[in-house]
């Protein structure tokens, strides 16, 4: 597990969404977090995200104000410099990241 190697805000919103969503899903305490994932594809980058128990081995961990977010190694490049947000999305909300080289935001999780 690699500790702060990459640069990534999460806003104070986030941050709170985040622990609620890990408390929810019973993942509290010592481990839990969310997980961004990077997958390319024809129409470019697309970000996932999904609660996890404990990060991998090689596993990217940021911790902000009690959250905890993992990147694997082979996404890390794509969130490097992003900013993870908890915004409004209809009657929902959802985390986006907004990637470091664009204003595009990619909401995948409601919680």
Not at 24 to 37: E, K, P, S, V, Y
């Given at each position: 597990?690699?500790?702060?190697?990459?640069?990534?805000?999460?806003?104070?919103?986030?941050?709170?969404?985040?622990?609620?969503?890990?408390?929810?899903?019973?993942?509290?305490?010592?481990?839990?977090?969310?997980?961004?994932?990077?997958?390319?594809?024809?129409?470019?980058?697309?970000?996932?995200?999904?609660?996890?128990?404990?990060?991998?081995?090689?596993?990217?961990?940021?911790?902000r104000?009690?959250?905890?977010?993992?990147?694997?190694?082979?996404?890390?490049?794509?969130?490097?410099?992003?900013?993870?947000?908890?915004?409004?999305?209809?009657?929902?909300?959802?985390?986006t990241?907004?990637p470091?080289?664009?204003?595009?935001?990619?909401?995948?999780?409601?919680?």
């Amino acid at each position: 597990m690699q500790r702060l190697a990459l640069s990534l805000t999460l806003t104070p919103r986030s941050c709170a969404a985040i622990q609620k969503t890990v408390a929810a899903a019973g993942l509290g305490g010592d481990g839990g977090g969310l997980r961004i994932a990077a997958r390319h594809r024809r129409k470019g980058t697309e970000y996932r995200f999904a609660v996890e128990a404990q990060p991998a081995e090689t596993d990217y961990v940021v911790e902000r104000q009690g959250a905890r977010v993992y990147v694997d190694p082979f996404s890390a490049q794509d969130v490097d410099g992003g900013t993870i947000d908890y915004v409004p999305a209809g009657e929902d909300h959802v985390f986006t990241l907004t990637p470091p080289r664009s204003s595009a935001r990619a909401p995948r999780l409601v919680a």
